[in-house]
């Protein structure tokens, strides 16, 4: 069976500076693997270079995404084809209303895949039952995308757009970091039922405390730009109590 | 040895006094308004044609944009009219009531006259200044050279007067329009008169053909009675080799509100200049200004707010979106008067550069002679945000659309000032289509 995300011997840099050192990770569908590590380690970078965003600098590796070179897809494309990112910092876009973004983003990713559009109504409806699943208030659909959104609204809005995007692959970067325990049980509740046999996850985070509520089926530790141990959910609860330094010594 | 000093005429200047001179017998008026316009002319002669070291003209030299004066256009023949038919269609569909004004002439025979509002009265300029009407002085555009030569030269254009009290609902659209032929220069001067408590919608379009680098200079003087309004539009959507100088003059009673709205997409040299007086207590005046260029499009937006009365609000935002090899250019002065207390004044300038050639210059002023008032300025320039991009594209949206979001984003700000639904809407589809030719 091909791996839905199949990384192999990742490298890559910004700014002259290497920050992923040959990292292989594969995940199946229906599979959640949580990737944990200290500060620097290359979580975000690694969700950065999934998803395309410029600065980045492939130096060496492949991966391969259902079969696919996902490294040569600009970043609509690699969206269109399933892949997401759930944002650690969720950007403010002035000018543009919530509603109209995801209207937009949908389109442009049924568009590319040859499926039909959907209309403005058949839109707000889908992303009013989503909203009110979340907790967010439909007035909050009108305003500027994330402008003015409190740090728990804005993970509540990045969930949103997975829940309507339905990703094959949903990566979620730090999504726990800024959120009071209410807002992490909304948006853990929102991620879990994403849940699926066909959808496969990649949670990223510094802490356990999000993976009592998201449950990992695989936990590997990144340190130095490399998975450098890989369990189960039991890893997590095991570096919750010795911490990260014996994975950073061991990688330097 | 000394040199000699002195000044050397341009062509254009030279062109411009033998236009004068040819013109003077056969421009509408008698001794009285000859007098203005002489007057005028020699004042625009003293000065020459405005040049970077002229401070309210530092970015736009027309001493090197203004090569030479086009002759005076001649009354355009029936079929150049029937082009003008078209014109306008940016606010087609809208049931405004279309006033053209056909190569710098009021054309009555192609307007919609019908059945005008009690109290709203249409008069060509012609008609006043052959009455020897005093039309054409103006107030705080007087000593601009360029604004001068309106005045010597003023042919035409439109007299609106709104009775006082008198609510006009159907928007008054003035269609000006420039039709083919050899390139030529218009001077028109129209003036509109709000009387207390009156309210009118006034659009203006400007367009001519792409392939004649005719030469527009009109001037507009709008008084907004007490407590009354007015919500002003203006495209600038002129032939892409013409030159556009606009003078707008606005002058506002107490409680009364000036809301203009500008958008320039046309033109290879335009100067919008705009002078608002805020002289009655507690008089609004909204500015709100966009222009889209590309190519080697040259655009200047000029404001000076001058708050003469107490309590007076004004809010300026000028946007400016520059492609290519574009420049967009702002200069926005702020003045408060010493008796104008409780003064709140706001202005923005922002450009967005989309291209490593294309030019933003911005230049906000205040100044400030009362000691209570609430007043400041700003302005940013920068490229479309790599981060918000990549966001966007994250999400799905290709890079074009994105790009055109953000565009539309950033424009949506000055267009969301404009009052009417059905103007906006139209406003977003001029911006949408600059947007699609972009591609």
Not at chain 2, 65 to 89: F, H, I, Q
Not at chain 2, 139 to 146: E, I, K, L
Not at chain 2, 296 to 325: C, I, P
Not at chain 2, 350 to 365: G, I, T
Request: with cysteine.
């Amino acid at each position: 069976m091909t791996a839905l995300l199949d990384i192999r011997g990742l490298k890559a840099e910004i700014d002259g500076r290497q920050i992923l050192n040959g990292l292989d990770l594969a995940v199946n569908k229906g599979e959640i693997h949580a990737i944990m590590g200290p500060n620097g380690a290359g979580k975000s970078t690694l969700s950065y270079v999934l998803s395309g965003k410029p600065g980045y600098e492939i130096t060496g590796g492949e991966v391969f995404f259902n079969g696919e070179d996902l490294l040569a897809m600009d970043p609509d494309e690699r969206a269109a084809k399933g892949l997401f990112l759930a944002f650690q910092y969720p950007l403010e876009i002035p000018g543009v209303a919530t509603l109209t973004f995801l209207r937009t983003a949908l389109n442009a990713q049924r568009k590319k895949r040859g499926e039909e559009e959907l209309s403005s109504p058949d839109v707000l409806k889908r992303v009013r039952e989503l909203a009110k699943q979340l907790s967010i208030d439909p007035e909050m659909l009108k305003r500027p995308l994330n402008v003015g959104f409190s740090g728990g609204e804005k993970k509540r809005n990045e969930t949103l757009q997975m829940a309507l995007l339905e990703p094959k692959l949903c990566v979620l970067d730090e999504t726990d970091s800024g959120l009071d325990i209410d807002a992490l049980r909304i948006v853990a509740d929102g991620v879990n039922r994403l849940r699926a046999a066909d959808r496969g996850m990649i949670v990223i985070t510094h802490y356990q405390r999000l993976l009592d509520y998201i449950v990992p089926d695989v936990v590997h530790v990144l340190a130095a730009g490399r998975i450098v141990k890989t369990g189960g959910k039991d890893l997590a609860l095991e570096l919750e109590a010795t911490g990260y330094a014996q994975y950073q010594s061991e990688a330097a | 040895m000394n040199a000699e000093v002195r000044s050397v005429k341009t062509a254009a200047e030279i062109g411009f006094a033998d236009l004068f001179a040819a013109a003077r017998e056969s421009l509408p008026g008698g001794d009285k308004i000859e007098a203005v316009r002489r007057d005028a002319f020699d004042r625009f002669a003293a000065q020459g044609l405005p040049h970077s070291r002229t401070e309210a003209w530092r970015y736009t030299d027309l001493r090197r944009l203004l090569r030479d004066a086009k002759p005076l256009a001649p009354r355009s023949d029936a079929a150049a009219r029937s082009v003008a038919r078209e014109a306008g269609a940016v606010f087609a569909g809208l049931g405004l009531r279309r006033l053209l004004i056909v190569d710098g002439a009021f054309a009555p025979e192609l307007s919609d006259l019908a059945g005008l509002e009690p109290g709203v009265v249409v008069r060509a300029t012609v008609e006043a200044l052959g009455a020897d009407e005093m039309v054409l002085p103006l107030d705080m555009a007087g000593g601009d050279p360029v604004a001068a030569l309106n005045t010597a030269l003023a042919a035409d254009g439109v007299m609106i007067t709104v009775a006082p009290g008198v609510v006009v609902e159907r928007p008054i659209h003035l269609v000006f329009v420039t039709t083919g032929g050899t390139p030529a220069a218009t001077f028109t001067r129209s003036r509109l008169e709000l009387g207390s408590g009156a309210v009118l919608t006034l659009v203006e379009t400007h367009e001519g053909p792409d392939q004649s680098d005719y030469q527009v200079n009109v001037a507009l003087q709008v008084d907004v009675g007490d407590r009354a309004r007015l919500d002003h539009v203006k495209i600038t959507g002129e032939g892409a080799a013409a030159l556009h100088i606009s003078t707008l003059e606005a002058s506002t009673g107490a409680g009364a509100s000036y809301r203009d709205f500008g958008f320039t997409i046309g033109g290879a040299v335009v100067r919008n200049q705009l002078f608002v007086k805020l002289a009655g207590e507690g008089a609004i005046a909204d500015v709100y200004q966009g222009s889209l260029l590309a190519g080697r499009q040259h655009a200047d937006t000029t404001l000076v707010v001058d708050h003469v009365a107490a309590g007076s609000q004004s809010r300026e935002v000028f946007k400016a979106v520059v492609d290519d090899e574009a420049r967009a250019v702002f200069q926005g002065r702020i003045t408060v008067q010493p008796g104008a207390q409780q003064t709140d004044a706001r202005m923005m300038a922002r450009a967005l550069l989309l291209s490593d050639e294309a030019v933003a210059n911005c230049k906000p002023e205040l100044e400030i002679f009362a000691d209570d008032v609430q007043c400041g300025h700003g302005t940013t320039t920068g490229a479309l945000d790599d981060q918000l991009k990549f966001y966007l594209m994250a999400r799905g949206i290709p890079e074009k659309e994105a790009e055109a979001l953000l565009i539309q984003a950033f424009v949506g700000e000055v267009i969301d000032a404009v009052a009417r639904d059905d103007l906006r809407e139209a406003l977003t589809q001029v911006m949408l289509n600059w947007l699609k030719e972009r591609d």
